[in-house]
């Protein structure tokens, strides 16, 4: 499996509530040539979220079956629910040049990064503060404190991962962020390799680490 000449995989990653399905919706909705790789998942609809548009909404039977069968590229058990990335639409998609976005977390990521000869760029996303965070997750969960906090209790074990990820962007501004993944996109589709600085970095996770 030869991908390089193809389209190119992006990965966005980062604690719940900190904004990286949004920024994924933006990346497609403003950009015609990216894809968004649609997962399954076996938890139930938020309000407004649509089957085959969000997320194909299955059984942890038929969640199963696709495991047994070696049919996803990644696959992780997320807050007592199970997500997974299908192989065959991602590989048609690139096979026409088509860029696909994932919207995964550090397992699946991990999972993606085995694989070779995947052109796989990876970003986590952080929060500016732990209060930003707090109000995100507020907003998406009015009334169910022991879920926000269940989220927040798993802030710590998602933030360790950072450092095997390709590039680190803070989501202050979403526009802002946008903006900083997009032209790191562009310079890789380029050939052009973009650098972080390190030591930066490591001083706002432990910041943000509680």
């Known amino acids: 499996m030869n991908l390089k000449e ?3 995989m992006f990965v966005l ?3 719940s509530g900190v904004g990286k399905t949004t920024l994924t919706k933006k990346l497609v909705k403003n950009n015609s040539n990216f894809i968004i790789s ?3 998942t076996t938890r139930k609809p938020r309000p407004g979220e649509l089957n085959e548009k969000d997320y194909y909404f299955v059984n942890k039977n038929e969640f199963n079956k696709l495991v047994e069968g070696n049919n996803f590229f990644e696959h992780a058990e997320i807050f007592n629910n199970y997500y ?9 998609n690139i096979s026409i040049g088509k860029d696909v976005l994932f ?10 990064k085995k694989i070779k000869n995947l052109a796989l760029t990876t970003f986590f996303i952080l929060p500016p503060n732990i209060q930003a965070l707090k109000g995100r997750l507020f907003n998406r969960h009015k009334g169910q404190e022991n879920l926000i906090e269940q989220r927040m209790k798993k802030f710590n074990e998602e933030i360790s991962h950072w450092k095997e990820y ?5 989501n202050d501004d979403l526009d802002e962020c946008y903006n900083n993944i ?7 589709k380029k050939g052009i390799e973009q650098t972080q600085k390190t030591d930066d ?8 680490i509680q």
């Open 6 to 8: 193809k389209g190119k």
């Open 13 to 15: 990653s980062s604690p």
């Open 38 to 40: 649609i997962s399954h």
């Open 84 to 92: 997974g990335t299908l192989k065959q639409p991602v590989l048609k």
């Open 103 to 112: 919207d995964i977390d550090w397992q699946g990521t991990q999972q993606l």
């Open 166 to 170: 390709d590039y680190i962007i803070v």
């Open 182 to 188: 997009l032209n790191i996109i562009i310079s890789k």
């Open 201 to 208: 970095i490591e001083k706002k996770v432990k910041e943000l």
